[in-house]
C-alpha cells in the first residue's frame, strides 16, 4: 500500500514539473498565455498617450477660440490654429497604434511635420493681413489669460506624449512631444502681445505673430529632422 501511495504522489509531482517546464519553454519563445503580447500593451500604451494629448490640446485650443472671438488678436489666432493642428496630429498616430504598423507610426511622424507647416502658412497669411489691415484690440485680461493657458495645455501634453514616446522608442511621438513643449512657450508670445498692446504699441499683435510663425516653421524643421534620422538609423 505504501508504494502505491508513492507512485500515485509522485506521477502528479512528475507532471507538474512538466507543465513548467512547458510553460517555461514557452516563455522563452514569447508565448506564455499567461501574459499579454508586447505589442498589444504597446499599442495600448500609445492609443492612451495620443488619446489623452488630443483632449488636452482640444480644450486647450476650443478655450483659445473662446477668446479669439472676444480679443480678435492674430498673435492669439495663429496659437489657436496651431494647436487645434497639433490636437489633430493625435489621430494617425492612434491609428498607427492601433494597427501596431512601425511603417504606419513613420507616416504618421510625417503627417504630425505636413500638419505643423500648414498650420504655420495658415498663421503667416493671416498675421501679414493684419499688418495690411491692423485693428484695435479689447479684452487684452482674456488674451493674457489665453496665453497661460496655451502654455499650460502644451506642457501637460509634451509631458503625456514625450514619456510614452520614449517608453515606447516612438520617434513620431517624441517628435510630437518636443514641438507641443515648443509650443508652450509659444503661447507665452500671446501673453507678452497682451502686455505690449495693453503699454500703447498696437502693431505689436501682428508683429508677435509673425514671430509665433517663424518658431513654427523651426518646430516644423526639427519635427522632420527627428523623423527623417531615426528612418535613416533604421
Known amino acids: ?18 507543465e513548467q517546464h512547458l510553460d517555461h519553454e514557452h516563455e522563452g519563445h514569447g508565448h506564455s498565455h499567461g501574459l499579454v503580447d508586447r505589442s498589444i500593451l504597446r499599442s495600448r500604451a500609445g492609443i492612451r498617450a ?11 485650443a476650443l478655450a483659445q477660440a473662446f477668446v479669439y472671438s ?19 496630429t493625435a489621430i494617425p498616430l492612434g491609428l498607427a497604434f492601433f494597427f501596431r504598423s512601425a511603417r504606419g507610426e513613420r507616416l504618421a511622424g510625417l503627417a504630425v511635420v505636413l500638419a505643423i507647416f500648414i ?5 503667416l497669411g493671416q498675421t501679414l493681413e ?29 509631458q503625456v506624449r514625450l514619456r510614452a514616446g520614449r ?47 517663424g518658431v513654427i516653421l523651426k518646430i516644423t524643421w526639427d519635427s522632420w529632422q527627428t523623423i527623417h534620422r531615426r528612418h535613416v538609423e533604421q
Open 1 to 18: 500500500m505504501g508504494h502505491t501511495t508513492t507512485c500515485e504522489i509522485d506521477g502528479p509531482h512528475e507532471h507538474a514539473v512538466g
Open 50 to 60: 495620443v488619446s489623452w494629448s488630443l483632449a488636452i490640446l482640444t480644450a486647450t
Open 70 to 88: 472676444r480679443t480678435l488678436s492674430v498673435a492669439l489666432l495663429a496659437d489657436l490654429i496651431h494647436n487645434f493642428g497639433d490636437a489633430l
Open 119 to 123: 498650420s504655420a502658412l495658415v498663421a
Open 130 to 158: 493684419r499688418l495690411v489691415h491692423p485693428r484695435s484690440l479689447s479684452h487684452l485680461w482674456l488674451l493674457a489669460v489665453a496665453g497661460i493657458v496655451g502654455f499650460i495645455g502644451n506642457e501637460i501634453a509634451a
Open 167 to 213: 517608453k515606447l522608442d516612438s520617434p513620431a511621438l517624441v517628435a510630437d512631444g518636443q514641438h507641443a513643449r515648443v509650443d508652450g512657450f509659444v503661447s507665452l508670445g500671446v501673453l507678452a502681445s497682451a502686455a505690449v498692446v495693453a503699454l500703447g504699441a498696437p502693431l505689436a499683435d501682428p508683429i508677435i505673430g509673425l514671430v509665433i510663425t
